[in-house]
């Protein structure tokens, strides 16, 4: 999709941002799925603790794997769609344009 290069690159900038932040956080939450010392598990633990609630161990597993899996994609989706962004005169001779046909 072509759009104006100001737009582009706050597209860009912010897209790729957010998908970094993302598969970060969601490598975070994988650590605290295989972790049982882990910063994270600790505070979920706390915090679970502190209202009266003891989750058991297999749950906090299986809830930070999904989460993290589930980070780890939505940054990925995140990125694949930023990336489909071009601005004006972005051509397959002077950009990374992937809708072009100009390979004859």
């Not at 505070?43 to 299986?62: D, I, K, M, R, S």
Request: neutral net charge.
């Amino acid at each position: 999709m072509v759009v104006p290069i100001a737009l582009y690159k706050r597209i860009t900038a912010y897209s790729t941002l957010t998908a970094v932040v993302a598969v970060v956080l969601g490598f975070v939450m994988l650590d605290a799925a295989t972790l049982q010392v882990s910063l994270t598990r600790r505070f979920v633990v706390g915090a679970f603790g502190a209202v009266g609630v003891v989750p058991p161990e297999t749950f906090l597993t299986a809830l930070f794997s999904v989460v993290g899996l589930g980070l780890i994609a939505f940054g990925a989706g995140v990125y694949v769609l930023g990336s489909r962004f071009r601005a004006a005169g972005m051509t397959a001779e002077n950009g990374n344009s992937q809708d072009d046909d100009a390979e004859v």
